[in-house]
């Protein structure tokens, strides 16, 4: 797995690629966490490159979420795959999530605020 | 077993059940007629070459009629023990176009008839063994025959199209302009007409063909006196030239009625296909009551008097084309067909067709049969075997067409067996299939670590596992997350020794049995309702996973060992 972690426009953008499981979802704990540490923002999750996600991956997710929740801030998820969409629809963790089509529109959409 | 209802594909508009109304029924089946005349020039260069009258062809071809017509409407039947119940014409097609020379030359129009029937036999025989061969047609078999059996057509198609043959063998322009003008027309009415006129865009487009043909020339008068001059009502000439049988000629005949019906196969498989959204693997009780249906078609071919037939893999392009897969066309195309036969006026339009025209509606209908064989190829996971088996009958299937006269120098028996491009693929992948099944064990062990291994282990296992048992795609990526979910509702449950996992596959089913030493955990039906303050989320989530990618859970203990039964449908 790989994370890509830049930012635009100020807001924190991770772009992953790979499959999270339980080997790494404990980086991609680390990295949220490191942006949650440095400045608690909203921030936007790219999982464009991400065709599997397995249970651990989705508790690191919702653990995140839960923690930036009393900070008024959340994580965006955009550009979901089928396979890892079903499988958080499924969960019904979907619905915990903002959830964008693409990174583009999750900016414009966090810029207007 | 259970027999499942098919789901009509959304690109339908006419799905195998539906019932059209008559008139749109009579002209779907009237369009499928103008494909299946084109193949009427197999009897006329059937007579021509073993010295036969035009008088004697135009017999062939109303007797053509009636015996394609009669299996066209028995291939139609969805109940009983014959036909495979799909739109599925037949016609004399070129699978017995060299058989039947041979037997032409030596015996006349008779040797020919009753070696037909003879080959019907074989295929009705054929038929009865189809059921239990499912092994020698995989996806990757029965996708290449069809890829192939578009294929095969090209080299008919194209001359026709371009005007050229061997008397002439530069570009005709004015040929060309139709042929060009004809398939447009037939593209455009597809792609951008809506209901009716995607339904009939061939019909239009051949309609259009025929008029420019007629203003620019290449349809003269003399053809329209053909129509003209044929009497309006004529009873068909049933056995006029008898029937006779030699043992000789066997071996080609039954070398054209194998190859025939492999291609029947083919073509049935793109019938269950497209007209099921939900099509996993071939149906082969309705192959082989199709493959009854050609037989007993070639048998009234040899009684009636008429030229081998097999299914047309053109009109069901067509039937893909236009969306329109309605049985009852089936019965209408065959129906209408019959009656042609007893009204010469009416049957001469069909014979007089102009080349380009026939070139342009082959080209029109052949491509959908090629997408529909690349579509039943990728169906499935391909590994280095599977692509050898496409890959070498492939390219060794297109060497007839682009070396003519490769196989030409073989023994006889041997030639007649390499008969076509469709002949040489279908025997490549056939016995390559069978070659490269050695070694492939439908059983694979693999062993997990919990807390150490990642799903890098199981995606790699599963997926080599997956090109080598040829399954589908989704299947496995199922089996596979299931299994990481175990692997890691192992380790919260503090599994510490390894996990054996044993995987067995065959073409219904994917069991995969995970043994470790501790004790069973409960599936849950929901997930977890919150995430935070429960300890045992965690396992409840990865239990839920777990249930939701497998069809079927079931735990078992003795002595400390717990094995847990992942079952996957394929």
New interface residues.
């Given amino acids: 797995m790989e994370i890509i972690n830049t930012s635009i426009q100020g807001i924190p953008v991770l772009a992953v690629t790979g499959?999270i499981?339980?080997?790494?979802a404990k980086e991609l704990d680390s990295a949220i966490c490191g942006i949650i540490k440095e400045k608690a923002a909203t921030m936007v999750l790219d999982l464009k490159g991400v065709d599997?996600i397995?249970?651990?991956g989705?508790?690191v997710l919702?653990?995140a979420q839960?923690s930036l929740r009393p900070l008024r801030c959340e994580i965006c998820l955009t550009c979901l795959q089928p396979?890892v969409r079903e499988?958080m629809e499924?969960?019904?963790?979907a619905g915990l999530f903002t959830i964008h089509p693409d990174r583009k529109e999750a900016i414009t959409a966090l810029l207007h605020t | 077993m259970m027999t499942r209802m098919a789901r009509k594909p959304s690109n339908l508009i006419y799905g195998i059940e539906d019932q059209p109304s008559l008139a749109t029924t009579l002209i779907l089946g009237l369009q499928h007629i103008f494909i299946l005349s084109i193949a009427f020039i197999f009897p006329v260069v059937i007579v021509g070459e073993i010295g036969g009258t035009p008088n004697d062809a135009q017999n062939l071809i109303c007797m053509a009629m009636l015996a394609t017509g009669f299996a066209t409407m028995i291939q139609s039947v969805n109940r009983g023990p014959i036909g495979s119940g799909y739109l599925c014409p037949l016609v004399n097609g070129p699978a017995f176009v060299p058989a039947s020379l041979l037997a032409g030359k030596a015996g006349g129009l008779a040797l020919i008839f009753g070696m037909t029937a003879f080959a019907g036999l074989f295929e009705v025989l054929f038929s009865r063994l189809v059921p239990r061969m499912r092994k020698f047609f995989p996806p990757e078999v029965t996708g290449t025959v069809v890829l192939m059996v578009g294929v095969e057509v090209i080299p008919i198609a194209i001359p026709k199209f371009f005007g050229v043959d061997q008397a002439h063998p530069a570009i005709h322009p004015l040929s060309l302009l139709v042929a060009v003008i004809t398939l447009m027309a037939m593209a455009a009415f597809n792609v951008w007409g809506r209901g009716k006129l995607r339904l009939y865009s061939l019909l239009i487009g051949m309609a259009i063909g025929y008029a420019v043909s007629f203003g620019c020339g290449l349809l003269s008068m003399e053809n329209i006196e053909v129509i003209t001059s044929s009497p309006p009502f004529r009873v068909p000439q049933v056995g006029r030239f008898g029937i006779s049988f030699d043992l000789a000629l066997a071996m080609p005949f039954l070398v054209a009625a194998l190859s025939s019906a492999l291609k029947t196969m083919g073509d049935l498989t793109t019938c269950q296909k497209i007209n099921d959204a939900d099509w996993k693997r071939i149906d082969m009780i309705s192959i082989s009551k199709g493959l009854l249906a050609c037989g007993a078609g070639n048998i009234a071919s040899g009684l009636l008097g008429a030229l081998g037939q097999s299914v047309s893999s053109s009109n069901i392009g067509l039937a893909i084309a236009t969306g329109a897969t309605s049985r009852r066309i089936g019965y209408a195309a065959g129906g209408l067909l019959m009656l042609l036969a007893f009204f010469p006026q009416l049957a001469a339009i069909f014979v007089i067709m102009p080349t380009p025209v026939m070139g342009a509606s082959l080209i029109f209908a052949v491509c959908f049969m090629i997408l529909a064989g690349i579509q039943i190829i990728t169906s499935r996971m391909i590994d280095a075997r599977k692509t050898f088996v496409i890959g070498f009958s492939m390219i060794f299937g297109l060497s007839f067409d682009f070396i003519p006269g490769l196989y030409a120098g073989l023994p006889p028996t041997w030639s007649s067996l390499f008969s076509s491009s469709l002949a040489v693929a279908t025997i490549c992948a056939v016995s390559l299939n069978l070659l490269f099944r050695l070694g492939v064990s439908k059983r694979a062990k693999l062993q997990l670590q919990p807390g150490v291994d990642s799903s890098q282990a199981i995606f790699e296992f599963m997926e080599k596992q997956g090109g080598a048992w040829g399954a589908r795609k989704e299947v496995i990526y199922n089996a596979i997350a299931a299994l990481n979910e175990m692997l890691e509702a192992a380790e919260i449950i503090g599994i510490k020794d390894k996990v054996e996992v044993d995987v067995q596959f065959d073409e219904f089913n994917l069991d995969a049995r995970a043994s470790y030493r501790g004790e069973p955990f409960e599936i849950p039906r929901m997930p977890p309702a919150s995430m935070a303050e429960d300890r045992t989320a965690p396992l409840h989530l990865a239990a839920y996973m777990i249930g939701r990618y497998a069809d079927r859970v079931a735990f078992s203990s003795k002595d400390g060992m717990t094995e847990l039964l992942l079952h996957f449908d394929h």
């Fill in positions: 499959r499981d339980a080997v790494t599997y397995s249970s651990s989705l508790r919702m653990a839960k396979m499988v499924a969960t019904g963790i």
